[in-house]
């Protein structure tokens, strides 16, 4: 009987010596593994140099070769990330809360090119209009709900009773339902199921993330009418004045793939928000600051 303990214990002890030498040289290929990625480290070629050159020990010298190192290696990410995802602006930051909840500011937002098939958002077949560079009224209208009227009216009437005085409404109040076609005969529904979108804004010089709410197939080319999810965007883009026109599909930075969290807030406060803060006592300019 203490022989069969004996040797189950000595099987046991075996078992246990194999279990650890193979757990130990899996972990030993790992660390070999992970030992073999600092080459794809930047700052590994920014130390190899400062050692070739004998200034491994100069602050001065080591900081100017890590902000080198840092600025070319984020344009080469930013270059390479264009290459993969097809889009001149492959990442870009959300400056203001127009989004929300969807997407809040400073979080960054990843972008790939497409195709106008491609695109979820409600298509109007317009063949025998052109349509660049006019103003929306010139072939659609959007209609507004407002917050103790009964029925829709139209936006732009709404935004010109609130200007007069004639109507006391927040932004909250109000909320942009449909976009009419009267000479198609059509209207859609706007909602949140459409893709983001970027664009470049002329109206406010800053990059615009929007949903985009309808597609357009006109005669003079392809075209994205647009809003934020914010219950603070009452209306569309081209009512607001953020567009001056439908945007042409090719001023179209790209769609919203990836979101990031936060990453970008750093940047808003020390490049946008605190210079604003700093020059508005004499600009007198309204501030994100928070």
């Known amino acids: 009987m203490k022989e069969k303990k004996r040797l189950r214990l000595e099987q046991e002890a075996r078992e246990r010596e194999k279990a650890e030498k193979k757990e130990n040289s899996a972990w030993k290929r790992l660390k070999k593994r992970l030992a073999s990625l600092k080459w794809l480290d930047p700052f590994t070629y920014a130390d190899m140099l400062l050692e070739k050159?004998?200034?491994?020990?100069?602050?001065?010298?080591?900081?100017?070769?890590?902000?080198?190192?840092?600025?070319?290696?984020?344009?080469?990410?930013?270059?390479?990330?264009?290459?993969?995802?097809?889009?001149?602006?492959?990442?870009?930051?959300?400056?203001?809360?127009?989004?929300?909840?969807?997407?809040?500011?400073?979080?960054?937002?990843?972008?790939?090119?497409?195709?106008?098939?491609?695109?979820?958002?409600?298509?109007?077949?317009?063949?025998?209009?052109?349509?660049?560079?006019?103003?929306?009224?010139?072939?659609?209208?959007?209609?507004?709900?407002?917050?103790?009227v009964e029925g829709l009216e139209p936006c732009r009437s709404v935004i010109k009773k609130i200007q007069s005085g004639a109507l006391q409404a927040s932004a909250k109040d109000i909320l942009a339902?449909?976009?009419?076609?009267?000479?198609?005969?059509?209207?859609?529904?706007?909602?949140?199921?459409?893709?983001?979108?970027?664009?470049?804004?002329e109206a406010q010089g800053i990059p615009i993330i929007h949903?985009?709410?309808?597609?357009?197939?006109?005669?003079?080319?392809?075209?994205?009418?647009?809003?934020?999810?914010?219950?603070?965007?009452?209306?569309?883009?081209?009512?607001?004045?953020?567009?001056?026109?439908?945007v042409p599909f090719g001023k179209l930075q790209g769609k919203t793939i990836l979101m990031i969290p936060w990453i970008g807030y750093m940047k808003l406060i020390l490049l946008d928000d605190l210079p604003c803060f700093l020059s508005s006592p004499m600009t007198k300019a309204k501030c994100a600051f928070p």
């Open 177 to 201: 339902e449909k976009i009419v076609f009267p000479k198609l005969n059509k209207e859609i529904d706007i909602t949140e199921k459409g893709d983001v979108v970027v664009y470049f804004s």
């Open 53 to 148: 050159i004998g200034k491994k020990d100069s602050q001065v010298v080591s900081w100017m070769v890590y902000l080198i190192t840092a600025f070319v290696s984020a344009l080469l990410l930013y270059t390479l990330f264009g290459f993969l995802f097809h889009s001149p602006s492959p990442m870009v930051i959300v400056v203001s809360g127009s989004m929300e909840p969807t997407f809040y500011r400073g979080d960054v937002m990843a972008l790939s090119g497409w195709n106008l098939e491609e695109l979820n958002a409600p298509l109007i077949e317009m063949p025998n209009t052109e349509i660049d560079g006019l103003d929306i009224s010139e072939y659609a209208y959007t209609l507004c709900s407002v917050k103790g």
């Open 211 to 246: 949903r985009a709410v309808a597609k357009i197939r006109a005669k003079d080319g392809f075209f994205v009418l647009t809003k934020g999810d914010s219950v603070l965007n009452a209306f569309i883009d081209q009512d607001a004045g953020l567009s001056y026109g439908a």
